[in-house]
């Protein structure tokens, strides 16, 4: 996609700060920056189209890290968006990052487990986006509380994502989600990816969220 000079410019400071910050904190395990660049950066943005078309309203980024790929969506289309991680000591360096850069109106953080977000702020969001986070069966359970009725999650993936949703289509109908769009292709440097978009459909037939823990480690699927 095309970015005018400002966004881009933008987008290249927080990938390098990131890269700086990483010195002191673990954000990323890429620190080759034209390997970042590709990895993160286009990566974050390949899934603008599908997010173009998510509702409007709020947004959160789901275990963001670094901030990709919320910061750079946010950047890129200039909607506000909440980083979701629950290493306090990340979401502290993205606030250094955040201010650094002068984003504090559009990007904020919530150092905590996705769970008690979806307690505090049961419905809210309109759009989710998680990026190597954890299975898509896990996704979609960890997403459904915090979505408002046509909200969609956004999710990124690689190649190997048969076994995940096959597991998470299992399980959509009791989750009150549903499969709207898949699309697969490579990045510049010839790595395979995948986005999945689940859109909330119905209300779950199941007691969300679950106590914290239980998506990962007792899957539904």
């Given at each position: 996609?095309?970015?005018?000079?400002?966004?881009?410019?933008?987008?290249?400071?927080?990938l390098d700060e990131v890269i700086e910050m990483n010195r002191k904190i673990?954000?990323?395990?890429?620190?080759?920056?034209?390997?970042?660049?590709?990895?993160?950066?286009?990566?974050?943005?390949?899934?603008?189209?599908?997010?173009?078309?998510?509702?409007?309203?709020?947004?959160?980024?789901?275990?963001?890290?670094?901030?990709?790929?919320?910061?750079?969506?946010?950047?890129?289309?200039?909607?506000?968006?909440?980083?979701?991680?629950?290493?306090?000591?990340?979401?502290?360096?993205?606030?250094?990052?955040?201010?650094?850069?002068?984003?504090?109106?559009?990007?904020?953080?919530?150092?905590?487990?996705?769970?008690?977000?979806?307690?505090?702020?049961?419905?809210?969001?309109?759009?989710?986006?998680?990026?190597?986070?954890?299975?898509?069966?896990?996704?979609?359970?960890?997403?459904?509380?915090?979505?408002?009725?046509?909200?969609?999650?956004?999710?990124?993936?690689?190649?190997?994502?048969?076994?995940?949703?096959?597991?998470?289509?299992?399980?959509?109908?009791?989750?009150?989600?549903?499969?709207?769009?898949?699309?697969?292709?490579?990045?510049?440097?010839?790595?395979?990816?995948?986005?999945?978009?689940?859109?909330?459909?119905?209300?779950?037939?199941?007691?969300?969220?679950?106590?914290?823990?239980?998506?990962?480690?007792?899957?539904?699927?």
């Amino acid at each position: 996609m095309e970015l005018d000079a400002c966004k881009a410019e933008l987008i290249e400071r927080h990938l390098d700060e990131v890269i700086e910050m990483n010195r002191k904190i673990n954000l990323t395990r890429v620190v080759d920056r034209e390997s970042a660049l590709v990895l993160h950066v286009e990566d974050s943005l390949s899934a603008f189209p599908e997010f173009s078309e998510a509702p409007s309203g709020p947004y959160a980024d789901l275990g963001s890290g670094g901030g990709f790929p919320g910061v750079t969506l946010s950047i890129a289309s200039g909607r506000k968006v909440l980083l979701v991680d629950s290493v306090g000591k990340k979401m502290r360096a993205m606030d250094s990052i955040v201010s650094d850069l002068g984003l504090q109106d559009s990007v904020s953080t919530y150092a905590g487990r996705i769970e008690d977000l979806s307690n505090e702020r049961r419905g809210n969001f309109a759009v989710l986006t998680a990026r190597a986070l954890t299975a898509m069966p896990s996704l979609i359970e960890l997403a459904c509380p915090l979505l408002q009725k046509g909200g969609r999650l956004i999710c990124y993936k690689g190649s190997n994502y048969e076994e995940e949703l096959e597991r998470a289509l299992r399980i959509q109908d009791k989750l009150g989600m549903k499969l709207v769009s898949q699309r697969f292709f490579d990045l510049s440097d010839g790595s395979a990816r995948s986005i999945f978009v689940f859109e909330k459909v119905a209300k779950p037939k199941i007691k969300l969220p679950r106590r914290v823990g239980m998506a990962q480690n007792n899957p539904l699927a």
